[in-house]
């Protein structure tokens, strides 16, 4: 197990383990499970988990030459064994952290928007999703029930996503804002620039393979430019690293029908962009 990952795993059970240098595998590795056990009552859980999977691995652990003081110089059997300890932990620092964030979200002040939202609208999903969806911000309905795209638009939305072959649950959907903004004005900069942080560790945590941005709003704030919706459109941009595609905003194609056709144009392209970074 790399010492990253390793560090990573007790971090996330908010433990600090000193260990050092001239410690045996079997010292270190007892010393970390010794020391979770006795720290915490809360992940007794997962300490037994951890007991069970480095148990074996240590009666059955070859450490050679210099590196004999390190974990890292477990062998590649030791290291399978351990696989999913780590699968474990990552899905358990990865939902402590979606669990962190959320809360920051709702708790949030940190521009005007806070004193007239109902609640906060966070985003909803698979969080391990390969399409991210991203819009400006909620509307009145999304404000009401905590979701984005809820309401005709957001059924239209579901339609679109059903076009490139997914349902609502396999994508993540989110918004730049977590509130609305009075009336469903557009979104202004300094409310794009405090909410953006949120955003990018959604991101993060998510890491598509690819994002769409919902309309023309979205798509300029994202990508930073005042371009229209047609110049953005029909190219592959980057955000954070991933690919992303300008789409339709599906309340445009509600006002706009003879659009319709575009908005198909544009999930073409979303999905031969897809299909490329499969291949
Ligand atoms: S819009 Fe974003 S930055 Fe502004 S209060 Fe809501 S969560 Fe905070």
Known sequence: MKESVRLQYLAAMGIDVWVPRHQSVREQVSA????CASQTEAYQGDMVEFQTAVTPILASTEVAGDHKHDLTSLT???????????????????DQAWKGLQQQVSLCRACSLCETRTQTVFGVGNKHASWMLIG???GRDEDLQGEPFVGRAGQLLNEMIRAIGLQREQV???NMLKCRPPNNRDPQAGEVEACHEFLTRQI?????KIILAVGRIAAQNLLNTTQPLAKLRGHQHSLENTPLVVVHHPAYLLRSLSEKAKAWEDLQFAWSVYQSLES
């Open 172 to 174: 993540y959907i989110a």
């Open 76 to 94: 590649a059997p030791a290291r399978d064994a351990l696989a999913p300890v780590t699968q474990h932990a990552k899905v358990y620092t990865d």
């Open 136 to 138: 400006e911000a909620p």
């Open 32 to 35: 970390e499970v010794v020391g």
């Open 204 to 208: 993060g945590l998510i890491q598509p």
